[in-house]
Nanobody, 118 residues
């Protein structure tokens, strides 16, 4: 499975960005797709995740501002980020999780930098 993320960039506080991540390769067994982020000097943290059925989880730190969605036909996950704050500055990584008879596997995208600054 390969993940290609896009959509990062520079945005002013209060602005919006939309991240996309497309999965390719052997995607049949992928269930959960999501986003993590890692700010400078901090550990990677979960931002949001969504399964094939559309059930989603949003971290408390971004709840009410970020929305995760998914296009199963295109194996693509989106992160809509609104009312962005300086604290949202980080490298954002998409992930895809699959469960097979061999066990659980998590795949990572290459990361896309999001900078919130005036």
């Amino acid at each position: 499975v390969q993940l290609q993320a896009s959509g990062g960039g520079l945005v002013q506080p209060g602005g919006s960005l939309r991240l996309s991540c497309a999965a390719s390769g052997s995607t049949f067994s992928i269930n959960v797709m999501g986003w993590h982020r890692q700010a400078p000097g901090k550990e990677r943290e979960l931002v949001a995740g969504i399964n094939k059925g559309g059930d989603s989880h949003i971290a408390d730190s971004v709840k009410g501002r970020f929305t995760i969605s998914r296009d199963n036909a295109k194996n693509t996950v989106f992160l809509q980020m609104n009312r962005m704050e300086v604290e949202d500055t980080a490298v954002y990584y998409c992930n895809a999780d699959e469960v097979t008879s061999a066990g659980h596997m998590r795949y990572w995208g290459q990361g896309t930098l999001v900078t919130v600054s005036s």
